[in-house]
Protein backbone atom coordinates (compact mmCIF):
# COMPACT_ATOMS: atom_id res chain seq x y z
CA UNK A 1 0.00 0.00 0.00
CA UNK A 2 1.19 3.96 -0.72
CA UNK A 3 0.71 6.04 1.97
CA UNK A 4 1.14 10.09 1.36
CA UNK A 5 0.10 12.53 3.04
CA UNK A 6 -0.92 15.87 0.33
CA UNK A 7 -0.24 18.39 3.96
CA UNK A 8 -1.02 18.49 7.19
CA UNK A 9 -2.21 21.08 9.93
CA UNK A 10 -4.66 23.50 10.83
CA UNK A 11 -4.82 25.06 7.15
CA UNK A 12 -5.96 21.41 5.25
CA UNK A 13 -5.42 17.86 5.71
CA UNK A 14 -5.77 15.45 2.95
CA UNK A 15 -4.40 12.11 2.46
CA UNK A 16 -3.40 9.65 -0.29
CA UNK A 17 -4.52 5.86 0.15
CA UNK A 18 -3.65 3.70 -2.61
CA UNK A 19 -3.19 -0.24 -3.18
CA UNK A 20 -4.18 -2.60 -5.87
CA UNK A 21 -5.40 0.16 -8.27
CA UNK A 22 -7.99 1.63 -5.67
CA UNK A 23 -7.51 5.20 -4.86
CA UNK A 24 -8.67 7.10 -1.82
CA UNK A 25 -8.64 10.24 0.22
CA UNK A 26 -8.76 10.49 3.45
CA UNK A 27 -9.95 14.17 4.14
CA UNK A 28 -9.90 17.41 1.69
CA UNK A 29 -9.02 20.05 3.33
CA UNK A 30 -6.82 22.02 0.30
CA UNK A 31 -8.99 23.54 -2.04
CA UNK A 32 -9.76 22.13 -5.58
CA UNK A 33 -6.48 23.74 -7.27
CA UNK A 34 -4.24 23.25 -4.31
CA UNK A 35 -5.09 19.20 -4.22
CA UNK A 36 -4.80 18.98 -8.23
CA UNK A 37 -0.86 20.43 -7.60
CA UNK A 38 0.20 18.56 -4.61
CA UNK A 39 -1.45 15.58 -6.20
CA UNK A 40 0.66 16.11 -9.12
CA UNK A 41 3.61 16.07 -7.01
CA UNK A 42 3.13 13.07 -6.07
CA UNK A 43 2.25 11.95 -9.95
CA UNK A 44 -1.51 11.26 -9.27
CA UNK A 45 -4.69 13.07 -10.49
CA UNK A 46 -7.93 13.43 -8.94
CA UNK A 47 -9.54 11.82 -11.89
CA UNK A 48 -7.94 8.65 -10.88
CA UNK A 49 -9.29 9.14 -7.13
CA UNK A 50 -11.72 6.81 -5.97
CA UNK A 51 -13.35 7.96 -3.33
CA UNK A 52 -13.03 11.02 -0.34
CA UNK A 53 -13.44 9.89 3.59
CA UNK A 54 -14.14 12.73 5.90
CA UNK A 55 -12.67 12.56 9.15
CA UNK A 56 -15.27 15.92 10.59
CA UNK A 57 -16.71 18.57 9.18
CA UNK A 58 -13.82 21.10 10.08
CA UNK A 59 -12.79 23.37 7.61
CA UNK A 60 -9.26 22.12 7.69
CA UNK A 61 -10.74 18.92 6.98
CA UNK A 62 -13.63 18.95 4.72
CA UNK A 63 -13.01 22.36 2.86
CA UNK A 64 -12.42 21.33 -0.91
CA UNK A 65 -14.53 18.07 -0.54
CA UNK A 66 -17.99 19.11 -2.73
CA UNK A 67 -16.12 21.35 -5.18
CA UNK A 68 -13.72 18.47 -5.69
CA UNK A 69 -16.26 15.82 -5.73
CA UNK A 70 -18.61 17.71 -7.95
CA UNK A 71 -15.91 18.40 -10.86
CA UNK A 72 -14.82 14.84 -10.91
CA UNK A 73 -18.31 12.75 -9.50
CA UNK A 74 -15.90 11.25 -6.61
CA UNK A 75 -18.00 9.72 -4.24
CA UNK A 76 -18.12 11.41 -0.50
CA UNK A 77 -18.05 8.75 2.69
CA UNK A 78 -18.77 10.27 5.87
CA UNK A 79 -21.32 9.63 8.74
CA UNK A 80 -24.84 11.20 8.49
CA UNK A 81 -23.60 13.41 10.90
CA UNK A 82 -20.44 14.37 9.76
CA UNK A 83 -22.38 15.08 6.18
CA UNK A 84 -24.76 17.04 7.75
CA UNK A 85 -22.56 19.27 9.34
CA UNK A 86 -20.45 20.06 6.64
CA UNK A 87 -23.70 21.00 4.71
CA UNK A 88 -22.20 18.27 2.27
CA UNK A 89 -26.07 17.87 0.08
CA UNK A 90 -26.71 14.15 -0.33
CA UNK A 91 -29.01 15.43 -3.35
CA UNK A 92 -26.06 17.20 -4.95
CA UNK A 93 -23.33 14.88 -4.20
CA UNK A 94 -22.74 11.47 -4.38
CA UNK A 95 -22.69 10.61 -0.40
CA UNK A 96 -22.06 7.21 0.64
CA UNK A 97 -23.02 7.49 4.42
CA UNK A 98 -21.29 5.07 6.95
CA UNK A 99 -21.52 4.15 10.38
CA UNK A 100 -18.78 4.66 12.91
CA UNK A 101 -17.43 1.60 14.94
CA UNK A 102 -18.29 -0.83 11.68
CA UNK A 103 -16.16 -1.23 8.59
CA UNK A 104 -17.06 -0.67 4.73
CA UNK A 105 -15.35 -1.51 1.44
CA UNK A 106 -14.00 0.76 -1.45
CA UNK A 107 -12.64 -0.99 -4.74
CA UNK A 108 -9.83 -3.02 -3.28
CA UNK A 109 -9.56 -1.68 0.36
CA UNK A 110 -11.42 -1.91 3.22
CA UNK A 111 -11.90 1.04 5.65
CA UNK A 112 -12.29 0.29 8.87
CA UNK A 113 -13.83 3.68 11.05
CA UNK A 114 -14.09 4.31 15.16
CA UNK A 115 -15.29 7.04 16.80
CA UNK A 116 -13.04 9.77 17.98
CA UNK A 117 -13.86 12.23 21.33
CA UNK A 118 -12.67 15.99 19.65
CA UNK A 119 -15.54 18.78 19.28
CA UNK A 120 -17.19 17.61 15.93
CA UNK A 121 -20.95 16.16 15.37
CA UNK A 122 -19.46 12.44 15.00
CA UNK A 123 -15.89 12.02 14.39
CA UNK A 124 -13.62 9.21 12.90
CA UNK A 125 -10.56 7.44 12.58
CA UNK A 126 -9.73 4.66 10.30
CA UNK A 127 -7.70 2.28 9.69
CA UNK A 128 -7.20 1.17 5.40
CA UNK A 129 -6.61 -2.06 5.10
CA UNK A 130 -5.09 -3.51 1.86
CA UNK A 131 -6.24 -6.66 0.13
CA UNK A 132 -3.13 -8.73 1.46
CA UNK A 133 -4.06 -7.52 4.77
CA UNK A 134 -1.50 -4.47 5.01
CA UNK A 135 -2.94 -2.05 7.14
CA UNK A 136 -2.34 1.61 8.01
CA UNK A 137 -4.29 3.81 10.33
CA UNK A 138 -4.81 7.65 10.69
CA UNK A 139 -5.90 9.38 13.60
CA UNK A 140 -5.95 13.22 14.35
CA UNK A 141 -8.09 15.97 15.94
CA UNK A 142 -8.48 13.33 19.08
CA UNK A 143 -8.95 15.30 22.52
CA UNK A 144 -8.00 12.32 24.33
CA UNK A 145 -7.13 8.18 23.17
CA UNK A 146 -9.93 6.42 24.78
CA UNK A 147 -9.44 2.56 24.62
CA UNK A 148 -11.33 2.09 21.78
CA UNK A 149 -9.22 3.94 19.79
CA UNK A 150 -5.89 2.23 21.06
CA UNK A 151 -7.38 -1.19 20.14
CA UNK A 152 -8.53 -0.20 17.29
CA UNK A 153 -4.93 1.91 15.76
CA UNK A 154 -3.57 -1.62 16.89
CA UNK A 155 -1.76 -4.12 14.51
CA UNK A 156 -1.71 -1.12 11.64
CA UNK A 157 1.58 -1.73 9.51
CA UNK A 158 1.98 2.24 9.21
CA UNK A 159 0.41 5.11 11.58
CA UNK A 160 -0.27 8.65 11.11
CA UNK A 161 -1.22 9.88 14.48
CA UNK A 162 -1.76 13.49 15.73
CA UNK A 163 1.09 15.26 17.48
CA UNK A 164 -0.40 18.89 17.71
CA UNK A 165 1.14 20.96 20.11
CA UNK A 166 4.43 21.12 23.11
CA UNK A 167 2.70 22.53 25.67
CA UNK A 168 4.89 25.04 27.11
CA UNK A 169 4.98 26.66 23.64
CA UNK A 170 0.72 26.34 24.03
CA UNK A 171 0.75 27.72 26.95
CA UNK A 172 3.08 31.00 27.05
CA UNK A 173 2.15 31.53 23.64
CA UNK A 174 0.47 33.76 21.77
CA UNK A 175 -2.87 32.51 21.01
CA UNK A 176 -6.55 34.14 23.32
CA UNK A 177 -7.52 32.07 26.49
CA UNK A 178 -10.46 30.73 25.08
CA UNK A 179 -8.52 28.83 22.17
CA UNK A 180 -5.59 27.44 24.33
CA UNK A 181 -8.74 25.73 26.36
CA UNK A 182 -10.39 24.29 23.61
CA UNK A 183 -7.66 22.80 22.54
CA UNK A 184 -6.20 21.58 25.48
CA UNK A 185 -9.49 20.69 26.59
CA UNK A 186 -10.96 16.22 26.35
CA UNK A 187 -12.28 17.88 22.60
CA UNK A 188 -9.72 19.42 21.76
CA UNK A 189 -6.00 18.35 19.89
CA UNK A 190 -3.51 16.13 21.63
CA UNK A 191 -0.11 17.53 23.01
CA UNK A 192 3.16 15.60 21.56
CA UNK A 193 3.47 14.08 25.65
CA UNK A 194 -0.51 12.84 24.92
CA UNK A 195 0.29 11.46 21.56
CA UNK A 196 3.85 9.69 22.93
CA UNK A 197 1.59 8.52 25.51
CA UNK A 198 -0.80 6.36 23.20
CA UNK A 199 1.91 5.72 20.84
CA UNK A 200 3.47 3.77 23.23
CA UNK A 201 0.56 1.25 23.86
CA UNK A 202 -0.19 1.36 19.71
CA UNK A 203 2.86 0.42 18.34
CA UNK A 204 4.55 -2.80 18.26
CA UNK A 205 6.87 -5.12 16.80
CA UNK A 206 4.73 -5.01 13.41
CA UNK A 207 4.90 -1.26 13.23
CA UNK A 208 6.89 -0.10 10.38
CA UNK A 209 5.78 3.71 9.81
CA UNK A 210 4.82 6.13 12.19
CA UNK A 211 4.01 9.84 10.52
CA UNK A 212 3.51 12.27 13.19
CA UNK A 213 0.32 14.90 11.56
CA UNK A 214 -1.53 17.58 12.27
CA UNK A 215 1.47 19.78 13.91
CA UNK A 216 0.29 23.31 15.41
CA UNK A 217 2.91 25.45 12.75
CA UNK A 218 2.57 28.32 15.89
CA UNK A 219 2.53 25.45 19.22
CA UNK A 220 4.98 23.22 17.89
CA UNK A 221 8.03 22.32 16.04
CA UNK A 222 9.27 18.84 13.84
CA UNK A 223 12.63 19.06 15.59
CA UNK A 224 10.34 18.85 19.30
CA UNK A 225 8.71 16.14 17.90
CA UNK A 226 11.30 14.14 16.63
CA UNK A 227 13.21 14.39 19.43
CA UNK A 228 9.41 13.14 21.39
CA UNK A 229 8.95 10.25 18.85
CA UNK A 230 12.98 9.32 19.56
CA UNK A 231 12.22 9.12 23.03
CA UNK A 232 9.33 7.39 22.53
CA UNK A 233 10.74 4.24 20.72
CA UNK A 234 13.96 4.12 22.64
CA UNK A 235 11.47 3.50 25.58
CA UNK A 236 9.15 0.87 23.91
CA UNK A 237 12.30 -0.51 22.15
CA UNK A 238 11.19 -1.01 18.22
CA UNK A 239 12.50 0.59 15.34
CA UNK A 240 10.14 2.28 13.45
CA UNK A 241 10.60 5.00 10.69
CA UNK A 242 9.54 8.58 11.39
CA UNK A 243 8.12 11.03 9.28
CA UNK A 244 6.34 14.00 9.87
CA UNK A 245 3.84 15.59 7.67
CA UNK A 246 4.45 19.43 6.92
CA UNK A 247 1.60 21.84 6.03
CA UNK A 248 2.68 23.02 2.90
CA UNK A 249 3.67 20.42 0.75
CA UNK A 250 2.97 16.58 0.20
CA UNK A 251 5.54 14.08 1.96
CA UNK A 252 7.43 11.78 -0.17
CA UNK A 253 5.11 8.69 -0.45
CA UNK A 254 5.32 5.56 2.02
CA UNK A 255 5.56 2.20 0.60
CA UNK A 256 3.63 0.15 2.99
CA UNK A 257 4.66 -3.42 3.23
CA UNK A 258 3.00 -6.01 5.80
CA UNK A 259 5.92 -7.49 8.38
CA UNK A 260 3.73 -9.26 10.45
CA UNK A 261 1.32 -11.88 9.12
CA UNK A 262 0.81 -12.99 12.86
CA UNK A 263 -0.19 -9.51 14.08
CA UNK A 264 1.18 -7.83 16.27
CA UNK A 265 2.50 -7.93 20.30
CA UNK A 266 1.31 -5.58 22.32
CA UNK A 267 4.39 -3.99 24.40
CA UNK A 268 2.55 -2.55 27.29
ZN1 LIG B 1 -7.97 19.52 12.04
ZN1 LIG C 1 -11.01 19.26 14.02
Redesign the pocket.
Known sequence: MLVASLGSGSAGNSCLFESDGTRILVDAGFGLRQTQQRLKLLGRELSEVDAIII??E?G??VHGAAKIAAKFGIPIYATRDTLEAARLDPRKLSARPFENNASFRIGELEVHSCRVI???AD?SCFVVEARDGTRAGIA??LGVVDASVLAHLQGCDALLFEANHDLDMLRTGSYPWSLKRRILSRHG?LSNEDAMEALARIVGEGTRHLTLIHLSERNNHESIVRACADDLLSRVGVRIDVGVATQHAPMSPIDVVRRSKKGQMRLF
Open positions: THHDHHDAPSDH
